[in-house]
């Protein structure tokens, strides 16, 4: 009898422990919530924070604020959020390139990586899209495939050499075997996509947004789309995928992660509080306006997962190509 009276005193002191946790829990969120932002305010995930934060401020029943923290290719925010209180009320917006790109480039500089989080889940994708020239004479992936081939060195146009858009060039001209020459610029896509137009780079990767204009406008060529499926906005653009191209998937994806040690608790009623806002049309709409689709993940665990996935993929691109921080 002495051995299950002890592990019933056990048993119902760890339930004693326990229903403070679990009652904080269930009224969580009792005070304002700060989701950082590790980018300057205007940039693409300054733009999905905005949408997402202003919907979930009323479905939790509490004040969510953004604070930008810019700097060193996102890391400085990152590290911001991975050092704050696992407590739920600092949330961290990470992306492709903080959370996938940023350990393979910075190497033994990078402090924090994704293990430092608690997944939660997807919200958004920002597809990036093949652009040339109006004067390169190729009108889809197969042509400027034989275009390069024909033209060993073409040079193409990237925003830095570890940015996201040089890496899915690195793995496009990778595939299909090209000797391709990389001319980087430094200030955004902004200057590349410039040169881009004026003729003195023929091709690039960029963000679907960034060129959407000069597409409609006939000052850019839209030669594929390196998503999984077609565009709703470029509805006649194939994609890389039906090119012939399965592996050149890419995009710059948002993900809600906490800091590591979070209650479970939190983390659920923020995933499903996720999932109910990026279901809602009005969302969907005002995203899509800024050429950014939502995006979830069925689990946290599910997010956690492809974090990974994407990390091996994009390490292994900018190992082979040796790319570094800009």
């Known amino acids: 009898m002495r051995p299950f009276r002890r592990t019933l005193l056990m048993a119902a002191a760890a339930l004693a422990l326990a229903l403070p946790a679990l009652s904080q829990a269930q009224a969580y969120p009792t005070k304002p919530i700060r ?22 401020s009323t479905e939790l029943g509490q004040t969510i604020f953004i ?5 060193a290719a996102g890391n400085i925010g990152m ?26 480039i910075f190497g033994s500089k990078q402090k924090i990586s994704a293990t430092d989080f608690a997944p939660v889940s997807l919200v958004a994708n920002a597809p990036d899209i093949l652009i040339a020239t109006t004067g390169l004479p190729v009108k889809n992936v197969s042509e400027l495939v034989e275009h390069a081939r024909k033209n060993p060195g073409m040079s ?17 001209r990778g595939e299909a075997k090209l000797d391709m020459t990389h001319v980087p610029y430094k200030g955004g896509a902004g200057p ?18 960034a060129a959407m204009q000069l597409i409609k406008g006939g000052k850019l060529k839209p030669i594929a789309v390196a998503s999984s499926k077609r565009l709703s906005t470029l509805p006649d653009v194939p994609t890389l995928v039906e090119s012939g191209y399965p592996q050149v998937v890419g995009g710059s994806w948002q993900a809600v992660m906490f800091p590591k040690g979070t209650p479970a608790p939190v983390i659920a009623k923020w995933h499903a509080a996720l999932l109910k806002v990026l279901a809602r049309d009005d969302v969907k709409s005002e995203l899509l306006q800024g050429g950014v689709e939502t995006a979830t993940s069925a689990t946290p665990k599910e997010l956690g997962d492809f974090i990974h996935d994407e990390a091996r993929r994009w390490g292994a691109v900018a190992k082979v190509s040796n790319a570094t921080p800009d």
């Open 79 to 104: 590290e911001a959020a991975a050092a704050a209180a696992p407590d739920g009320y600092t949330v961290f917006l990470g992306n492709v390139g903080t959370l996938a790109i940023n350990p393979a």
């Open 156 to 172: 193409f146009a990237s925003p830095g050499s570890g940015s996201l858009n040089r890496l899915e060039m690195e793995l496009f």
């Open 35 to 56: 989701m950082i932002v590790p980018f300057a305010p205007g940039g693409a995930s300054d733009f999905v924070g905005r949408i997402v934060v202003s919907r979930l």
């Open 67 to 71: 604070e930008n923290k810019s700097g």
């Open 192 to 209: 590349a996509i410039i040169d881009v137009v004026g003729g003195h780079v023929p091709v690039m990767f960029v963000p679907v947004p």
